[in-house]
């Protein structure tokens, strides 16, 4: 088959089972299965594709029907224009969390980061940052790689995860400024000489409470980690953070965490007292996605 008609089928098969971004999912599969990238599969598209190519793509088609992740079957996601490994063990890496890495970064360089007039800390020199739940790696990655003078921890209470993460640091020539930690949230930090030392508390924690599970999309629901999106109630997770965070955040340092849809409210709520200039902001679809707040100073 030549490689136009292979996508077309793949799409049309896509389009037949109701899957979402099928055509993002067909070109994304076809890529892998050639090794190139998505301008080949359109300036070569009378490309004659052996049949064993054509197979295993069909293959990997088939798989994506079951509703697994097109980034579970080829084993990546972009992130922060970043390549990272994704595996079952993790969540995959969403574009709205980049606009955490984003708020990080404004706060700790105090201006824009794409800004070329930035000041002489925007190495990250002398920053210390912890990343709580961690996942793949992703916020605490994107951060080094604009950071890399700033020590930053990440902690994970997953093993599974906490292997992907650290494959990502060293695949991404990362590894150099970041530690990983196995660890419930910030309880490596909440006493002893760790405490009032970080610059920055930063958080995608899950966020699904029971009651909404029902709500979530198939992909998610059946193949992503329970671990990472799901909870007995949506706002534990911040309960239990926020007061950790306050201790091992040194006076006038920041907490920067995700919150899911219509969240944002009730999560300023429980930052309490000790927080300041607490700041809402929107993801590109307008909806409250990220909240942060700095320590009050003594």
Not at 112 to 129: K, N, T
Not at 163 to 172: D, T
Not at 178 to 206: E, I, M, Q, W, Y
Request: charged share 25%.
């Amino acid at each position: 088959m030549q490689l136009r008609e292979t996508l077309r089928a793949g799409l049309k098969t896509l389009l037949e089972c109701d899957v979402p971004s099928a055509e993002l999912a067909a070109e994304l599969l076809l890529m892998h299965t050639l090794g190139r990238d998505r301008s080949y599969l359109y300036t070569e598209p009378e490309a004659e594709l052996l049949p064993e190519t054509t197979e295993r793509y069909f293959r990997l088609i088939a798989e994506r029907t079951t509703g697994k992740p097109t980034q579970y079957i080829t084993g990546h996601q972009e992130f922060w224009s970043l390549d990272f490994e994704v595996t079952p063990d993790v969540l995959i890496p969403r574009p709205e969390t980049e606009h955490v890495v984003e708020a990080v970064l404004e706060l700790a360089l105090g201006r824009a980061p794409d800004d070329a007039a930035l000041r002489p800390a925007s190495d990250g020199s002398g920053l210390r940052i912890v990343d709580v739940g961690t996942g793949s790696g992703c916020i605490v990655l994107a951060l080094a790689s604009k950071l890399p003078q700033a020590s930053l921890v990440a902690t994970d209470i997953s093993y599974p995860a906490l292997a992907v993460a650290s494959r990502n640091a060293a695949r991404l020539g990362l590894s150099s400024n970041v530690r990983f930690l196995h660890g419930d949230l910030l309880d490596h930090f909440v006493s002893g000489a760790l405490k009032n030392t970080f610059d920055f508390v930063v958080s995608n924690p899950p966020y699904v409470g029971r009651d909404e599970m029902d709500k979530v999309q198939r992909e998610v629901r059946e193949f992503e980690p329970r671990l990472a999106w799901g909870v007995q109630h949506g706002d534990e997770i911040y309960r239990r953070l926020f007061p950790q965070a306050l201790e091992v955040v040194k006076p006038g340092g920041h907490v920067v965490v995700e919150v899911g849809y219509n969240m944002a409210d009730a999560v300023v709520k429980l930052l309490g007292a000790g927080w300041a200039e607490v700041d809402v902001r929107p993801d590109l679809a307008g909806i409250p996605r990220v909240v942060a707040a700095r320590k009050n100073r003594p």
